[in-house]
């Protein structure tokens, strides 16, 4: 039989073809065991993620507390006019710090020297009847001693010397009253301090009946903080601190969230509750150099009004706060895995939270690498690596990642 000349030619070129993938499919198959034997050995387990850890410690913290309060002047004194008449002028600028003793307005005090005229001139009048009284009497005493007068014309003498001797202090008392309201008509300033805007203009009639208010002078360095508490929040501190209550600095904090360089002191509780409110009074004072703190501003403060002996502070980030179960925290057990944990907040301290309740000393709480856990089933074991606060000094830099084999 004859055989196809171009079949014998397509045969050696199929061969050829089918030998070469034969050869490609067994490379790739040796590849592809190569690539993935890890995944498939022990050795190829996924490592335990890194999260960061504190170790818990007893430590004695403050208990701060945060309270609304507000600002009052530790004087305050209202000028008003003391006699009447009209203002003839204003003698200081709005705003300003004024002196004790330092005249502030100017009464109209043409009336008040006219009265004082008058009284010296009664003075004059009152000597010269004094005078004449006395020598009245000096005369008759001799004579009343020889029995030229009666005994009754020398008594009524000398109880006219007395009446004018009287008449002589009542009309000094009147100069000296006439005095005093002519220095009325000039309006000082009874204390030191900041004074006001001037309530009264040039040219007003003001009225020492009516008590005219003219200015308010407040004294505002230092300056008193009134400070509210719930008295049930302050037993609750006292008790905690095993009654060691402290008076500590305060701390004040602005409606912009800024503190005030300057601290004050706590000089007193009230020892009384106000039965509407259920709270009680503390009073702080703060040096006001600089007027950061103005009469009757709205302000908060931050103090320390207890001393707690056993106390354990964990960083904000590694609490939850405010969840179905309270504030909440991940503790690393000895088994490495990460379980939540119920915990009581005292109060803030700077960056921390102070914890009473819910912890015990030498655990371990996470503080980062909560996006890790998302990732994984419950339960899994984690690598804890101590935790240190970014830009601390000596934080020691994060591992890098080991680097992986070279693929084929």
């Given at each position: ?102 005249s502030l307005f100017q009464i109209d005090p043409a009336p008040y020297q006219a ?67 002519s220095s009325y008509a000039n309006v000082y ?220």
């Amino acid at each position: 039989m004859r055989s196809d000349p171009s079949s014998l030619t397509r045969t050696p070129s199929l061969s050829r073809i089918a030998a070469g993938t034969l050869v490609a499919l067994a490379l790739l198959s040796g590849c592809g065991k190569k690539d993935g034997a890890p995944a498939a050995g022990a050795g190829g387990a996924m490592p335990a993620p890194e999260v960061g850890v504190i170790t818990t410690k007893y430590e004695p913290v403050a208990l701060l507390t945060e309270l609304p309060a507000r600002a009052e002047p530790v004087r305050t004194s209202q000028v008003r006019a003391r006699v009447d008449g009209v203002v003839l002028k204003r003698l200081f600028t709005e705003g300003s710090e004024v002196k004790q003793g330092q005249s502030l307005f100017q009464i109209d005090p043409a009336p008040y020297q006219a009265r004082l005229a008058a009284a010296q001139a009664d003075v004059g009048s009152a000597v010269a009847t004094l005078n004449q009284a006395t020598a009245q009497a000096e005369r008759y005493k001799p004579l009343v001693e020889a029995n030229a007068i009666s005994k009754q014309e020398y008594t009524n003498a000398v109880a006219a010397q007395k009446q004018a001797e009287a008449a002589v202090a009542a009309a000094r008392a009147q100069v000296r009253i006439a005095q005093i309201n002519s220095s009325y008509a000039n309006v000082y300033a009874p204390i030191s301090g900041r004074i006001g805007r001037a309530l009264v203009t040039e040219g007003a009639l003001v009225s020492s009946a009516q008590a005219t208010e003219m200015a308010v002078i407040q004294q505002t360095n230092p300056m008193y903080l009134n400070i509210t508490q719930s008295a049930s929040e302050l037993q609750r501190l006292r008790k905690q601190a095993g009654g060691n209550v402290k008076d500590a600095p305060v701390s004040v904090i602005l409606d912009d969230g800024t503190e005030l360089a300057a601290k004050g002191s706590l000089q007193f509780s009230d020892i009384t509750v106000d039965p509407g409110t259920g709270q009680v009074t503390l009073r702080a004072t703060v040096p006001n150099a600089d007027n950061s703190l103005l009469p009757g501003q709205y302000v908060r403060v931050r103090l320390a009004q207890a001393q707690l002996p056993n106390g354990i502070v964990v960083p904000q980030q590694a609490v939850t706060r405010g969840g179905p179960q309270g504030d909440t925290l991940m503790v690393v057990g000895a088994d490495n895995k990460p379980t939540p944990r119920t915990v009581k907040i005292a109060s803030q301290q700077g960056s921390n939270w102070i914890v009473t309740e819910g912890l015990k000393e030498g655990e371990r709480v996470m503080v980062d690498g909560f996006q890790k856990l998302q990732m994984l089933p419950p339960g899994t074991p984690v690598k804890a690596v101590p935790w240190q606060a970014a830009g601390k000094a000596g934080a020691a830099p994060a591992a890098a990642p080991a680097a992986a084999p070279a693929g084929n």
